[in-house]
């Protein structure tokens, strides 16, 4: 399972939800979010490094009264990662996970439309466990509050386990609800291990409050040809399993929606156990 399974199956929810409007418009048929940013200065405090942007594209075909119809919605998730000491004898590795998604809000018949915009905390993380059989037995930590993009959000501290080369790390995930960007909305999630809580659940809430709607510096848009999958990385770690430019995507098959991925890059076969990052990252091989 790959990071833009999640993100997939929040566009699926949404273009699904939105088909049955669709087939009555002929001139809207893409619909495109922006990727936002976390503020260079909180990165250094917290010893986040952004690993990249990658653009997630749902293709949903829909047929009634003998019509067929198109809709494309392109969501953009920017990584961030660190090295951290993990359990188990697992040694340092990129352990620690922070992603800011951004979704675009639909407009139909001048009304806008978006079903992450309902979705709960609980909806987002059942979503994530449905996607990856890598997280068992999440339950609620704590509720609380966040601040994303200056706005108020609320924000639950979920405990989980999640498998990690091979073995089974207590980890903790924090996940946001969506909030208004300049053309959609945001969601923020971030894990890491139980046993670094009382480091980086500080560093989490930093990273949430610091989400700017701004470029990444990692993101050159679509026809700069690097979505950085590959950048510079903690401890000298190479990035091998995505990789920028344009090179050939992959398609995956989501549910009853088609994911594309076009331009998000080539992904190895043969991912080094470096690229294992649990939670968001790569919970499972």
Known sequence: MKRRTVIAGVGTVLVGSAGAFYLYRDDL????ASPVSVAAATRDDTGYEETGVEDVVVEREFEAAGQSEKVV???????HEKAVEMPLGLGRQ???????????QVRILGEEFNPVEEMSTDDIVAMVQDNYEGIENVRTDEE?????????TKQTKYAAEATFDGSSVDI????????DSDDGLVVTIGVYPQ???SQEEEN?????????????ASYEGEDGGDEAGDGNDTDGESEGDETGGDGSGENETDGDGTETDDGGGNESENESEDDDGIGLGNVVD
Do not use: C, K, W
Request: glycine share 6%; hydrophobic share 50%.
């Open 73 to 79: 919605v392109t969501n953009y998730m920017t990584e």
């Open 204 to 216: 989490v809430l930093e990273l949430m409050e610091s989400v700017v709607d701004e470029l990444p």
């Open 172 to 179: 903790y995930l924090h996940v946001t609800q969506a909030v």
């Open 94 to 104: 990129r352990g620690a996970v922070f992603i800011a998604l951004a979704t675009p």
């Open 29 to 32: 048929t893409e619909f495109s």
């Open 195 to 197: 046993m670094l809580e």
């Open 144 to 152: 609380g509050t966040a601040s994303v993009l200056g706005q108020a």
